[in-house]
């Protein structure tokens, strides 16, 4: 499908996130949805069963679960179960410190289950300042369970100037677990925006780490850096923004937002609890429609680059003061004392 088509929206999201729980034995510094506490009000289990049953009518491919740390509800495994059974492929992320031999068990025994263990560096030296004490080897003990059954599964690092060093090691690292790499690129959300300024690689890193994603292609990212794009060869994936086109996530109390890096009101479309629950919202809410309708504007427009990168992050600007038509902060042609030039 071409860039107009899926920047027009489709009929149903093809990267569905959905935020089962917001609470969380650990409490990572860089935490998009600043998790810990569970919501009083989250779905119940038969409020969520009529979710997945709304998604398996829209023929929903997969859908993306996380949290907070979504192995802590309850009734997890019954809805993921659920879900499987109603022919929905499952991806889900973890800190894997709930993973032991029956979990690994389970997992190991799902078809159309995917597995995320968040690992944030590859030594506990680097790790553990963002995800917690004893986090790395926890994790760590969740991969050798898992390798252990022979079940492929995969490493997601959020990239910072502390472990872009790593990356290399990190990818070893999966490799040597029979996994796969993912990076995803650290965003001002959540207490995110507490450590942005401190943890985002610099501009120097960031060139690093272009041209090392064109060398490792096996390397998954998620389209979380297709702003670098503009450096000239695009990288692997869509490079371009999904949100309420293509992408959306919906939270543990059933508020949908255009993006699970977007949890802000302002880019709220509904309720699933509401009448026309979630395929309603998704069709018809002023929200998405507008972004289907919307590009970016300013001098993106006129940028030699624009049909590569797209004018960046929309979650990014945001959650940094940003005009949405604004280049995105780390728009490969800005540096710390020189606005962007497009040219």
């Known amino acids: 499908m071409s860039y107009e088509i899926f920047r027009q929206g489709l009929d149903a999201p093809i990267c569905l996130t959905w935020e089962i729980t917001y609470g969380c034995n650990l409490r990572c510094v860089h935490c998009l949805s600043s998790s810990g506490r569970r919501r009083p009000d989250e779905l119940t289990t038969a409020e969520a069963k009529r979710l997945i049953d709304e998604w398996a009518g829209m023929k929903v491919f997969y859908i993306n679960v996380g949290g907070g740390e979504p192995m802590s509800r309850r009734d997890f495994f019954e809805l993921m179960d659920y879900t499987l059974d109603r022919g929905i492929g499952v991806k889900f992320s973890t800190n894997g410190t709930l993973i032991d031999r029956a979990a690994a068990d389970w997992i190991a025994s799902r078809d159309y289950l995917d597995v995320q263990i968040s690992l944030d560096g ?19 003990r969740a991969m050798d369970h898992l390798a252990a059954r022979g079940f492929a599964f995969k490493i997601n690092s959020t990239v910072t100037r502390h472990n872009v060093a790593e990356i290399d090691d990190l990818y070893a690292l999966a490799r040597g677990h029979g996994a796969e790499l993912r990076l995803t690129r650290l965003r001002p959300t959540g207490r995110g925006g507490d450590v942005w300024h401190d943890l985002r690689p610099t501009h120097a890193q960031n060139r690093r780490l272009y041209d090392w994603l064109l060398a490792h292609r096996d390397v ?8 670098l794009s503009a450096y000239g060869e695009a990288v692997d994936g869509l490079n371009m923004c999904g949100a309420g086109r293509i992408v959306c996530c919906v939270d543990p109390v059933g508020d949908v937002y255009a993006c699970p890096f977007l949890l802000a009101p302002e880019f709220a479309a509904g309720n699933v609890r ?12 002023a929200l998405f429609n507008h972004l289907r309708d919307w590009q970016v504007g300013g001098g993106c427009q006129s940028c030699g680059a ?15 003061g940003r005009s949405l038509d604004a280049p995105d902060p780390e728009c490969v042609f800005e ?9």
């Open 274 to 285: 509401q009448p026309e629950g979630f395929a309603g919202i998704w069709r018809q809410a």
């Open 122 to 140: 590859a030594r506990a030296e680097t790790n553990d300042p963002v995800r917690g004490e004893g986090s790395f080897a926890r994790a760590r």
């Open 306 to 320: 624009y049909s590569k990168c797209h004018g960046g992050c929309i979650a990014v600007k945001h959650f940094t």
């Open 335 to 343: 540096t710390a004392d020189r606005p962007a030039v497009h040219a």
């Open 220 to 227: 998954l990212t998620g389209d979380s850096f297709f702003h």
